[in-house]
């Protein structure tokens, strides 16, 4: 896991800055991405006082991109109402409750 080596891997210095906090080239998401860096040494302070850092994402189109941590969707994991996959999962998750 290359997530948090000090030093940045290769691939991140081409990348480009990606608004949507997807890939700007093919639209993937970073569930999607091939490697994942983040530069937590390096933060920055917004208006509210709150850090954030770059993290870069190496898409399978082989485009390397980066966003603000800030900038990451919130609720990606706590609502899926169009992934099936998760919403199954939370089912599941949610019997094993009961049955304890
Ligand atoms: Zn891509």
Known sequence: MEAFNITPPQWTESAIHGFDFCCPKCGASTMEAQ??????????????SRRKWQEFYHCHCNTSWWAWSSDRPPSKYARSEQDDDMSDLDGDLGDLDLDL
């Open 35 to 48: 490697a994942v860096w983040i530069n937590r040494r390096s933060p920055v302070y917004t208006e509210n």
